[in-house]
């Protein structure tokens, strides 16, 4: 272990569930290379770290000389055996959780041997804010979806007295009141904002709602997006942060290569197909859609014609896609990869912030089936904002899911979709440049040197 006194130490707490604690490592990673002196004690459940630090793409030495240290922390279960999560697992690590990071910071401090100089956290975790206060240390939380639902979060107390007033006109279901939200309503806000009559706040909504009120305490909020991607939204952020700075894509600035990891084939299947021909179809880590849904995607598929690619979480339903003749069914498929293959034509998609910025990248448009959280905000955002997808909402029917197929892959539509989403993925690269004449190259370069002006110097 390093004892150099002068080293800097920063510990990082991530999120385990969803696709949290990907993207924070990413970062952590990137700032690793950026500050070779520096260590990075990395916080989260085993399940979590096991999934991220076992990642093909890096050499066992690699990982020795690596100064990212992962640490388990309990995931508030008495043995650690969290399956799945679902909303008791969550709150079970939730309550654990603070007295948990405690010990381990504690324990990473004798490890290493040099006390914490600044706290890297998920932008859930508002005590994170707190225990940095006391350390008087830096605190810097990385928010992982995007700016537009980060905003809405923020002004959850406005919303909430704006709708809960008596006074207020109930026909206006508006929130034209908030900076770029005018074609949005309160039906598309995320979960946790409104609470509805009756109901009182979970423990998940409670936690929410204080990270809107600490997050303005950060030293810097930070995000996996580029300034162009919503100018608006993120120029109305920089003015309510201390700062708030953009610094992705994560899997353009990424110094480690993105999982290519192909166990099943995909890419080698796509090179097979004609261009633009199929639609991958992925609902992410956490969204297990409902089989009357799954039935009614494939009846569409089947009738349209077109070939797909599915990453595919649910019942083992191997009769419901026999007869379809060109598709190809995985349980995992290299997606940042996948949605930059040629072959890829749209993206069927539960609007993760993860996935729609991949897509971007990919330049592939997107057919939208949100499911819960900030993803009937991001299905928004991509329909009437950026104009590069298509919403399938709700009790959606084969004809619903035929004709957003069809607007996409055949229909003059998707011809202005795909020009709108390429200025985007054209603007996510410049964002990304490193310019050897240009000191700090594209605007995401400039903001993760102002990041790292506070990682290394606090
Ligand atoms: N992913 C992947 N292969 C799959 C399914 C998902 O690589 O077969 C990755 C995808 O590239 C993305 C993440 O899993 O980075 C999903 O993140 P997102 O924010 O879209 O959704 P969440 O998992 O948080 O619901």
């Known amino acids: 272990a390093p004892t150099d006194p002068t080293t800097r130490h920063v510990a990082v707490l991530a999120f385990p569930f969803g696709t949290h604690a990907a993207p924070l490592l990413t970062l952590v990673r990137d700032l690793s290379a950026a500050?070779?002196?520096?260590?990075?004690?990395?916080?989260?459940?085993?399940r979590s770290n096991k999934s991220l630090f076992s990642s093909s793409s890096s050499?066992?030495?690699?990982?020795?000389?690596?100064?990212?240290?992962?640490?388990?922390?309990g995931d508030g279960t008495r043995d650690g055996s969290a399956a799945a999560p679902t909303i008791e697992t969550v709150d079970a690590f939730l309550n654990a959780v603070t007295g948990n990071f405690e010990r381990g910071l504690v324990e990473a401090e004798k490890v290493v041997g040099v006390k914490i100089g600044c706290l890297v956290s998920d932008a859930f975790f508002w005590f994170a804010?707190?225990?940095?206060?006391?350390?008087?240390?830096?605190?810097?939380?990385?928010?992982?979806?995007?700016?537009?639902?980060?905003?809405?979060?923020?002004?959850?107390?406005?919303?909430?007295?704006?709708?809960?007033?008596?006074?207020?006109?109930k026909e206006d279901q508006t929130l034209n009141f908030l900076p770029g939200f005018s074609s949005f309503r309160v039906t598309d806000l995320p979960l946790g904002i409104i609470?509805?009559?009756?109901?009182?706040?979970?423990?998940?909504?409670?936690?929410?709602?204080?990270?809107?009120?600490?997050?303005?305490?950060?030293?810097?909020v930070v995000i996996n997006s580029f300034h162009q991607?919503?100018?608006?939204?993120?120029?109305?952020?920089?003015t309510q942060f201390h700062k708030f700075l953009n610094l992705g894509p994560f899997t353009l600035t990424n110094t480690k290569p993105n999982?290519?990891?192909?166990?099943?084939?995909?890419?080698?299947?796509?090179?097979?197909?004609?261009?633009?021909?199929?639609?991958?179809?992925?609902?992410?880590?956490?969204?297990?859609?409902?089989?009357?849904?799954?039935?009614?995607?494939?009846?569409?598929?089947?009738?349209?014609?077109?070939?797909?690619?599915?990453?595919?979480?649910?019942?083992?339903?191997?009769?419901?896609?026999?007869?379809?003749?060109n598709g190809k069914l995985v349980s995992w498929a290299p997606q940042v990869e996948v949605l930059k293959h040629p072959s890829v034509g749209a993206f069927v998609t539960h609007c993760g912030w993860n996935s729609i910025l991949e897509s971007i990248v990919g330049g592939v448009p997107m057919i939208c089936c949100p499911f819960f959280g900030d993803q009937m905000m991001n299905m928004r955002t991509i329909e009437d904002v950026w104009g590069i997808g298509v919403g399938v909402e709700g009790v959606a029917s084969k004809h619903d899911f035929l004709k957003a197929l069809r607007s996409v892959l055949v229909e003059e539509e998707g011809k202005g979709m795909r020009e709108?989403?390429?200025?985007?993925?054209?603007?996510?690269?410049?964002?990304?440049?490193?310019?050897?004449?240009v000191v700090d190259g594209g605007s995401s370069r400039r903001d993760f040197n102002d990041l790292m002006e506070i990682i290394t110097k606090g």
């Open 229 to 238: 991607i919503d100018s608006q939204i993120s120029t109305h952020l920089k």
């Open 259 to 325: 999982n290519e990891y192909d166990p099943n084939n995909c890419l080698e299947w796509l090179s097979r197909q004609n261009p633009r021909s199929v639609v991958y179809i992925s609902f992410g880590s956490l969204v297990v859609p409902h089989a009357d849904k799954v039935a009614i995607l494939v009846e569409a598929l089947k009738e349209s014609g077109f070939s797909f690619l599915w990453s595919y979480r649910g019942e083992n339903n191997t009769t419901l896609f026999e007869e379809t003749l």
């Open 35 to 46: 500050a070779p002196d520096a260590v990075f004690s990395f916080f989260s459940t085993s």
């Open 195 to 220: 609470i509805p009559p009756g109901k009182s706040e979970s423990p998940f909504d409670i936690m929410l709602h204080k990270m809107a009120q600490t997050l303005p305490k950060a030293n810097a």
């Open 129 to 169: 804010g707190e225990m940095a206060g006391e350390r008087r240390i830096p605190w810097v939380p990385l928010w992982t979806s995007g700016p537009r639902s980060l905003l809405s979060h923020f002004y959850t107390d406005h919303i909430r007295r704006r709708f809960e007033d008596p006074e207020h006109n």
């Open 420 to 437: 709108r989403i390429g200025v985007m993925k054209k603007l996510a690269y410049e964002a990304v440049i490193v310019d050897d004449n």
């Open 59 to 73: 050499s066992s030495e690699e990982e020795e000389n690596s100064k990212v240290v992962p640490y388990d922390i």
